[in-house]
């Protein structure tokens, strides 16, 4: 059994789908902890359903690279295979990606590369792109460079504000991520291999 923390930072509707998947007896993960940055609406409803949460607030360190070392202590503390960030809205430090990747999946509303970052479908829209997509990748240490897994394309329809076009996301992500994370737990997929450090500078 795969064993599964989710990070967040808001309604965490996706960590619900996992959820609910992993609630099928022959779902071949679980989420034995969830994670956030802030007071989340996804934790309280994890609670409801005996999952653990934790808070490691940014705010609390003296810097992103303290945040990342206790966010990293953790997520250890459930000695997960996978780490997922689900909505979690803020850049995790290196401390946190050396550790973690390749193991360190992100989803994210749009089908990158194509519009990475905080905003992806209010980009694709002020693009006038007619359609984006989801994609859940491998994070590394760039803003949703890391390798794609999955993605899909959805349409961008006239009329669509970024709450509409998000809401038409959020299931194909949904089923994308339900379905990468049964195939890593079952080994049909497999996670890359980090690419190598650079060479060190003369
Ligand atoms: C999801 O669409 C996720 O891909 C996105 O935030 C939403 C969270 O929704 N993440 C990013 O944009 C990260 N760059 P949820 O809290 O309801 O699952």
């Known amino acids: 059994m795969l064993r599964v923390v989710v990070l967040i930072s808001g309604a965490g509707t996706n960590l619900r789908a996992l959820l609910e998947a992993a609630d099928e007896p022959d779902y071949p993960a679980r989420v034995?902890?969830?994670?956030?940055?802030?007071?989340?609406?996804?934790?309280?409803?994890?609670?409801?359903?005996g999952i653990p949460g934790f808070v490691v607030p940014l705010g609390a360190f003296p810097d992103r690279d303290a945040w990342g070392a206790e966010l990293l202590a953790q997520v250890r503390a459930w000695s997960p295979d996978l780490t997922v960030l689900s909505g979690f809205m803020r850049l995790v430090p290196p401390v946190v990606v050396d550790a973690l990747a390749p193991a360190l999946l992100n989803t994210h509303p749009a089908y990158l590369p194509e519009f990475p970052g905080a905003h992806g479908v209010r980009d694709a829209l002020a693009a006038g792109v007619t359609q984006t997509g989801a994609s859940v990748i491998v994070?590394?240490?760039?803003?949703?460079?890391?390798?794609?897994l999955v993605q899909e394309r959805v349409p961008v329809l006239p009329g669509d504000t970024e709450s509409t076009l998000h809401e038409r996301i959020k299931p194909v992500e949904r089923r994308l991520l339900i379905d990468v994370v049964r195939r890593i737990a079952d080994g049909s997929l497999q996670l890359p291999?980090?690419?190598?450090?650079?060479?060190?500078?003369?």
Do not use: K, Y
């Open 193 to 202: 291999e980090p690419r190598p450090a650079a060479a060190p500078e003369r």
């Open 139 to 148: 994070v590394d240490s760039g803003v949703d460079t890391g390798p794609v």
């Open 32 to 49: 034995v902890a969830v994670g956030a940055d802030v007071e989340a609406d996804g934790l309280a409803f994890a609670e409801e359903r």
